[in-house]
């Protein structure tokens, strides 16, 4: 089976640029999360949805950032405009309620560099 | 409020030691808990997990024993190789309080030496 799908994998742009970072989650999971990395802080939970719909974005930096689910197969986060930073790796994760657990399974990452 | 704390790292160990990493945790309710890892370069896998006191997850030869009483969840491994460097996450996911969201530790990492 495919995990879970991230693309592009590597983004280099310049300040003030929109950037469009993008998911498919595993099939007939029912939560995604975005998260971010960085050496100084680490991993962040930017936003997670259930069933498409955001239920918590309070890890979201600013108004610069955007996450949208318009189906059940694909999320989009984006930064506009964008800033040196916000330059770190981006994953998503996706999970399945009904197994319990909720384990996570995570993509294998947007590493975005803003100059 | 929930949380986790991991043992600072750098860990660098020699070829065939054994292998500990700390992990305690706060929650409010009865949470699950994991351990992740990343490789370089790479996304966060899940090693093992488990659901609930007493519970013993593992895989690849790591084991983890979720321990209510010293709410711990430390990671062992007997015999480590150098292809198991990388940083090792604990988290936890406390369903109970309501909410899905991972509390991640600040992550451990491991540098097995030859």
């Known amino acids: 089976d495919a995990g879970v799908i991230q693309s592009p994998r590597h983004e280099v742009t310049e300040m003030g640029q929109e950037v469009t970072l993008r998911c498919k989650p595993i099939s007939g999971h029912d939560y995604l999360f975005w998260y971010r990395q960085t050496m100084m802080r680490g991993l962040e939970l930017l936003i997670y949805f259930n069933n498409n719909v955001p239920i918590d974005d309070s890890g979201m930096p600013e108004d610069r950032f955007s996450a949208k689910m318009p189906n059940a197969s694909f999320s989009t986060l984006k930064i506009q405009p964008s800033e040196p930073r916000d330059s770190a790796v981006y994953f998503c994760?996706?999970?399945?309620?009904?197994?319990?657990?909720?384990?996570?399974?995570f993509g294998p990452g947007t590493r975005l560099t803003v100059t | 409020g929930n949380s986790v704390t991991q043992m600072e790292g750098p860990v660098t160990l020699s070829e065939e030691a054994f292998l500990t990493i700390n992990c305690t945790y706060t929650?409010?309710?009865?949470?699950?808990l994991f351990w992740y890892v990343q490789y370089p370069g790479e996304g966060l896998q899940l090693l093992l997990k488990?659901?609930?006191?007493?519970d013993k997850g593992s895989n690849k030869g790591f084991e983890a024993t979720y321990r209510k009483e010293t709410t711990s969840f430390h990671l062992e491994k007997g015999s480590v190789q150098v292809s198991d460097s990388a940083v090792y996450f604990c988290a936890l996911s406390d369903r109970t309080s309501g909410t899905y969201k991972y509390i991640f530790g600040t992550g451990t990492r491991l540098k097995v030496l030859a």
């Open positions: 929650a409010t309710g009865y949470p699950s």
């Open positions: 488990a659901t609930k006191a007493d």
């Open positions: 994760a996706s999970s399945l309620s009904a197994s319990g657990v909720y384990e996570q399974y």
